[in-house]
């Protein structure tokens, strides 16, 4: 009995592990990272293929897909009247430190005029940086290093860490607390979009301290402490109101806990930041499950958004195995065992997400093909979650 399970979960394993590579290899060839079409990329889902394809032992790949989105993302768009690095550095040193004036977000549209009003529908489409998914080539670059040894990757990170900071944050009232931009001009010379994203803050706390953490230490030309950045990022952390019915936003609350977590490494149950973000995606995930979302045809949802959510409850189990090594101090906190008595209670929603959208990428419908690399993307890492959640 034990054998034939042992034999069902090593085929489900493997299974995954085709299908997911399936994917990405699909996806390598669509947008240009192989083969003969021209470059396509796109910020968000780049970090994600590049821990998909860590996870896939796919190393060249990897680093292929880092030097791309740097020599891509990291320049102005053909369509504009700029050329060059977009921190204005010459060549060479844009060649040494490819991050440090921050990534395109890779929209279809350019950025919008210094003088052209804002259309919120538009804005969607046009191209810029967002925080969000600068930090998600942070976790990206930082995986890369961390896997590979790669001095440069780490330092990339740390780099981008620091100039994204700087761009993003700002004090309202000289002296007073600090805010966050939601989205800056590719040049990061001003704000697009002024308004806060609601887990920016969160996503650049622990970004930071997972870059500090993994910083070699003792030695010189590995790029910034990050020391004001994380003071000034707890801060702002501080007065942010986590709670979200957003399926990729609790997916991402959940993720966020478990690197917290990791990262902590000796007693984390005693850290109130973790309560308060595993509060939040409990909460947030009984008020989207109460609307009833699954009750509508795939065709009217959002693959990449659920997908999302699929990710983070994955990390579920495997934080509350690191939780469970300190259960005294669990057992303290009744608040944060509720949450995870919740959390740990959906966890099978995972797989039938999987189940859902693998089955539509087969015989794809309007809603897949109009988003369909960061689709197949997202399915393939909740496919194969490791090289985005583990972090080491």
Avoid at 173 to 201: E, F, T
Wanted: some cysteine; glycine content about 8%; charged content about 25%.
């Amino acid at each position: 009995m034990a054998t034939s399970h042992a034999r069902r979960r090593l085929n489900d394993i493997d299974d995954a592990t085709r299908a997911a590579s399936a994917l990405m290899h699909a996806f390598a060839g669509r947008t240009g990272l192989v083969g003969d079409a021209p470059p396509r990329r796109y910020l968000w889902t780049d970090a994600f293929a590049v821990c998909n394809f860590l996870a896939l032992g796919e190393v060249d790949l990897a680093e292929q897909l880092v030097e791309q989105v740097h020599d891509t993302l990291g320049r102005h768009r053909d369509d504009d009247t700029r050329t060059g690095w977009i921190g204005g550095m010459d060549e060479e040193t844009g060649s040494v430190h490819p991050t440090r004036g921050g990534l395109r977000i890779g929209k279809p549209l350019p950025e919008r005029d210094v003088d052209a009003p804002a259309d919120p529908d538009l804005e969607w489409d046009r191209d810029g940086q967002y925080f969000h998914y600068l930090t998600k080539w942070m976790q990206a670059l930082d995986q890369f290093a961390h896997r590979t040894g790669s001095s440069d990757a780490g330092r990339w990170a740390r780099e981008l860490a620091q100039s994204a900071h700087r761009a993003f944050t700002y004090a309202p009232v000289p002296g007073g607390p600090q805010r966050m931009y939601w989205k800056m001009r590719i040049d990061l010379s001003a704000p697009l979009v002024a308004s806060m994203g609601q887990h920016d803050p969160l996503d650049g706390l622990i970004t930071d301290l997972q870059l500090q953490t993994h910083r070699p230490r003792a030695r010189v030309g590995h790029g910034p402490e990050l020391d004001t950045e994380l003071r000034e990022m707890a801060a702002i952390v501080a007065g942010t109101n986590l709670l979200t019915d957003d399926p990729l936003g609790i997916g991402g609350l959940l993720a966020d806990a478990y690197r917290l977590a990791q990262l902590l490494r000796v007693r984390p149950g005693d850290n109130p930041l973790l309560g308060l973000v595993v509060g939040a995606a409990s909460n947030g995930l009984a008020r989207y499950l109460a609307r009833q979302p699954f009750s509508r045809p795939p065709g009217e949802r959002l693959a990449f958004r659920e997908l999302g959510l699929a990710i983070g409850l994955q990390a579920v189990p495997r934080l509350w195995c690191v939780l469970e090594r300190d259960a005294a101090s669990l057992d303290a906190q009744p608040a944060l065992r509720m949450a995870m008595d919740m959390l740990v209670g959906q966890v099978p929603l995972a797989r039938t997400l999987i189940d859902t959208w693998r089955e539509v990428e087969r015989a794809p419908v309007a809603s897949w093909r109009a988003h369909e690399d960061i689709n197949a993307v997202m399915l393939a890492t909740a496919l194969l979650p490791d090289g985005y959640l583990e972090l080491g």
